[in-house]
């Protein structure tokens, strides 16, 4: 069964601090991984990573992929408040398929 | 360029009402989805489309209809609302197969079913 696991579900911590959030991943003809935030509203795109080891940046944040462990990892550095958020992974399935893990909640505290 | 939109924003329903979703994309999108967030469970995908005229079941199929009679549109029918499918309902397009795979999301219908 295809399944995607995110770690920790929740996590709190001061504005500056730097956190990892954790996505593996079990998906049969995998074909992507897609980071995504989502506040009160609709997810929004991050990232998507396709190939093992290049890391992907945008400002803060930094993801990358392994492909031979099955798992990314999302970096935030010099948190800030408005970083508070759900993080979600997906793995796509060359179907286009998409599978969602339940989120990582991040709360950054003043 | 509105993106993705969804009508209604909010619903409420009496459990046996029917209803459907309106999903629109004006990116000339192949695929769409529907899926269902509920608290705890992530996203979970219902039924989504590759072409017009094409829907296929996702993972959580059982008491919805779909159709894409148009390619910038897919609907989401629900013939006879139960309380299990009180949620918040997003729509979502791909640019298709082999491309890149950023997916667009509407803002999301809530709904809640009485």
């Known amino acids: 069964e295809d399944k995607v696991v995110q770690s920790p579900l929740s996590l709190v911590v001061h504005e500056g601090d730097t956190v990892t959030l954790n996505c593996s991943y079990e998906v049969t003809n995998f074909r992507s991984l897609l980071w995504y935030k989502q506040e009160k509203k609709a997810p929004t795109f991050l990232f998507m990573l396709?190939?093992?080891?290049i890391e992907k940046k945008s400002g803060r944040l930094s993801s990358i992929l392994d492909k031979k462990e099955l798992f990314s990892i999302l970096n935030i550095t010099a948190t800030q408040t408005g970083d508070s958020a759900v993080y979600l992974c997906?793995?796509?399935?060359?179907?286009?398929?998409?599978?969602f893990g339940t989120g990582t909640s991040l709360t950054v505290i003043p | 360029n509105a993106g993705v939109t969804q009508t209604p924003k909010f619903r409420v329903l009496k459990t046996g009402q029917s209803m459907t979703l309106l999903c629109a994309q004006d990116?000339?999108?192949?695929?769409m989805y529907w899926y269902r967030q509920d608290p705890g469970m992530g996203l979970r995908l219902i039924h989504y489309?590759?072409?017009?005229?094409?829907?296929a079941k996702g993972e959580v199929p059982d008491g919805y209809n779909v159709s894409r009679l148009k390619k910038q549109n897919f609907l989401l029918g629900l013939e006879s609302a139960a309380p299990s499918q009180t949620s918040v309902y997003f729509c979502a397009s791909t640019r298709g197969w082999l491309a890149d795979n950023e997916q667009f999301f509407g803002p999301g219908t809530r709904l809640t079913v009485l």
């Open positions: 997906a793995a796509v399935h060359t179907g286009n398929q998409f599978y």
């Open positions: 396709t190939s093992s080891g």
């Open positions: 990116m000339n999108h192949e695929y």
């Open positions: 489309s590759v072409g017009e005229g094409t829907t």
